[in-house]
């Protein structure tokens, strides 16, 4: 993960709020864009 300016929750925060995401679901037939995390896009 790149250096941000500035970030929301730090990791002893995200530990507790990742398992309670989902997580990210994948096409059966590998086309389009990879999902982002979803620490990338609560970030």
Known sequence: ??????ELLND???VLIDPLLPEP?????KGG??????????D
């Open 1 to 6: 993960m790149s250096k941000k300016r500035f």
């Open 12 to 14: 002893a925060q995200w």
């Open 25 to 29: 679901k994948r096409r059966k037939d």
């Open 33 to 42: 864009r990879p999902w982002a995390s979803n620490r990338d896009c609560l």
